[in-house]
């Protein structure tokens, strides 16, 4: 049970505290309600570079990071396809020092085009990093585009090419940030050696004078369902065939996404599942395989991504993929199955406490999806899943006009 | 309110950290127990350190595979069902394997523990290495190799070790392909016996414990034929290389490259050390670093560029590592060496110094948070073969290091001609 208080400011800004006495420590953690999904398709990559110009300097202060150096605190950040997501932390005397920082650059940016210039460069260096430089870095980058007909998450957080970075202008980050980067737009969470007075204290103190601005009203463009199987064939220059088969499953908030998330550790969560032993032990058609998805906010996708054993080939292996599937929409689960993947999901949520960081942006997190208070429920619903729920679900989800995939096929293969 | 003054702080140096101190135990065959218990959360996390790391094998690859397949099968219990024993009770149990330690932990529910840890007994003391099992290790781990060296990153971070100890050497040593196909079971089997199960050991337990845990671990690694580690481990004679620059091709697609430099640098015992580390704070230690604000914040040639000593036992290197655009690696290097030459010429100014004081003040505040994090750090200080005073000594020297000695350091190991320097691109 994490307890914690919560009040809103006037302008909007709603604030979380959760007092921890055990630790010298305090976190703040400020969570934007912006992430890729909302970025215009023609410049995407914007939000995530955009969190890099969160520490180019703010109104008041031309550095973000050396005061907090200074008060021996530490910080860091991250953009999902969903939210933007800022956190420090430091000894809890020097608490005030982040409400300085955080309110600066939440009341407004230096705007300085030198940040812009370098940042756009350090982007593209991670984009090259991570996405070009690395053998099966683009898969995520195709396999979306695949799943993804209209919605937004046909783009990665880092964007959709290079370009859309190299071009982003001072005007753009301007108009980002006063739509965005606004308190009603903004949940702030305030953890560890604090006291609710002294943080509702420093909260209007800091935070109290923001103009509100306007509340972002969110009206994307909704994923039609899927109504026929796709098959997308790439060729790369990697050492060993890859396949991700991508299943639409349900937004965060929908009562049926914890079906479809222990469906996912029956199939691929570690050891003893199911894709493992069958697949990579018994059959050796994989040298790993995996079944996750990624907790996205609106409908995300169930995967199932394996490197194939060298010789194997792509369609063997996609079959059998598909008879274990079978296996679970005919027979469906053990009830020893299901209490096994509920434990390990007790025992994940125990481990994820422990640090104070996590807490902090957990109950961020559940508060933007409606209620911080879901944090404490979660175990509940995982443990209300029965058999026949997975049955049902199973049956609904892998049905094969639902599913993507992807034959990631390396390219020397054919020469030799 | 004055936006633009920063609030009063605390100096994180006037902070006074203190390590909580473990508890200290045998088991009936000599086996040293360290234990923290401490936090909320009722979980806890069990390691049991052999030494059994790649520093005792005969040939490549031996160490890695028999602590990998330690959880692939016993007696009584195939593979699946050790995996299903700890996964029903959502339980990790990992191993790795490093260098001259070897290790395999369990994180469970401590309501779970009296369940999990006989089947920790049969991995270490009754594993029966099927062949069957290490085919598939060895078809795995294979090509698990091939996809990483495809990773100009992964390359490099192998090369500059080779260079800086020698390939011989435990830290330095790699594997090919070739090694892995070499593996064979009798050699993997003998290893368990003599490193294992015949093997030196040391436990460290941090967490919510269980009033009875000593029972609990008397009687299942009490009794059996593993004993103290002697503290003394097996000599190791680094080869460093002649040649000290080195460019590497290894992926003709490559848009950036790795750059690594090196020097051999001496362990924590070295009176340098400790001071060491503040100065690597400084050079490039963390996000504040000169390289990272020259490198990253002013030039934008990289996504980040790091210094660091690496964390080993008997010898060390310092390294700066970055990856870069592969037509600015070069102008990247040269502006490493220019942040050497202003350590080695100017002295830290004060304000800068301060800052990294606090700031490695502050981390080591937040690392001590957690029973998890604190027996972290008992751990390295008891593998170290170090004592407490080596912690409180650690913050005596951050708070007090001097510009004088910092630029002192810099001149005795900051020195261009003295590095490894290695782009794989």
Partial sequence: ?416 | MNRKKAPAIKDATAFSLKLKPYEHYTLDNGVPVYCIHAGSQEVLQLEWVFNAGNCYEESKGIAAAANFLLKNGTSTKTAFEINEAFDYYGAWCNRTCYNETAVVSLHCLTKHLGTLLPVVQEMLFDSVFPEEELQIYKQNAGQRLMVNLKKCEFVAGRLIDSYVYGDKHPYGVYTSPLDIEALQLAPVKAFYEKYYKQGTCALFVSGYLPPDLREQLNKNFGQASISAPSGILPAVQSVPATEKKYRVQNDPDAVQGAVRLAIPFPNRHHPDFQKAIVLNNVFGGFFGSRLMSNIREDKGYTYGIYSYIQNHIQQSAWLVSTEAGKDVCEATIEEVYKEMALLREELVPEDELNLVRNYMIGGILGDLDGPFHIMAKWKNIILNQLDEQYFYQSIETIKQVSPEELRELANRYLQPENFYELVVY
């Fill in chain 1, 1 to 416: 049970m994490i307890s914690f208080e919560k009040f809103t400011l006037s302008n909007g800004l709603r604030v979380l505290v959760h007092p921890d006495q055990s630790t010298p420590m305090a976190v703040v953690n400020v969570l934007y309600d912006v992430g890729a999904r909302d970025e215009n398709p023609e410049k995407t990559g914007f939000a995530h570079l955009f969190e890099h110009l969160m520490f180019g300097g703010s109104v008041n202060i031309p550095v973000y990071d050396e005061p907090l150096q200074v008060a021996g605190g530490e910080n860091n950040a991250y953009t999902t396809n969903d939210l933007t997501n800022y956190y420090c932390q430091l000894p809890a005397e020097n608490l005030e020092t982040a409400f300085w920082l955080e309110s600066d650059r939440m009341l407004s940016l230096a705007f300085s085009k030198k940040s812009l210039d370098v940042q756009r460069k350090v982007v593209c260096e991670e984009f090259r990093e991570h996405y070009i430089n690395k053998p099966y870095g683009d898969v995520w980058h195709e396999f979306r585009r695949l799943a993804y007909s209209t919605h937004p998450y046909r783009w990665m957080t880092i964007g959709a090419k290079l370009e859309h970075i190299e071009q982003a202008t001072l005007e753009d980050v301007k108009s980002f940030f006063f739509k965005h980067y606004t308190p009603c737009n903004a949940i702030l969470v305030v953890a560890g050696n604090v006291e609710l007075e002294r943080v509702r204290e420093l909260s209007e103190k800091w935070f109290g004078s923001i103009p509100a601005g306007e509340k972002y009203h969110r009206n994307l463009p909704v994923e039609p369902a899927q109504q026929a199987p796709r098959l997308l064939e790439r060729k790369a220059q990697v050492p060993l065939d890859a396949l991700y088969k991508g299943w639409h499953i349900y937004s965060r908030t929908d009562a049926r996404y914890y079906t479809a998330d222990l469906i996912t550790d029956i199939l691929g969560g570690g050891g003893s599942s199911r894709l493992f032993q069958s697949l990579v032990k018994e059959k050796k058609l994989f040298s790993n395989i995996e079944c996750y998805h990624l907790g996205s906010t609106d409908p995300g996708l169930l995967t199932i991504e394996g490197k194939l054993v060298k010789g194997i080939d792509i369609k063997t292996a996609d079959l059998a993929i598909e008879e274990e599937l079978k296996k679970m929409m005919e027979n469906g689960v053990t009830e020893q199955e299901l209490q096994k993947v509920k434990n390990k999901t007790e025992s994940a949520m125990a481990f994820e406490d422990m640090s104070l960081l996590n807490r902090a942006s957990s109950i961020a997190m559940y508060e933007l999806l409606g209620d911080a208070n879901l944090m404490n429920t979660e175990l509940q619903r995982y443990q209300a899943v029965s058999t026949e729920d997975i049955l049902r679900e199973s049956r609904i989800i892998f049905n094969p006009n639902n599913c993507n995939t992807l034959y990631y096929l390396a390219e020397n293969e054919s020469h030799t």
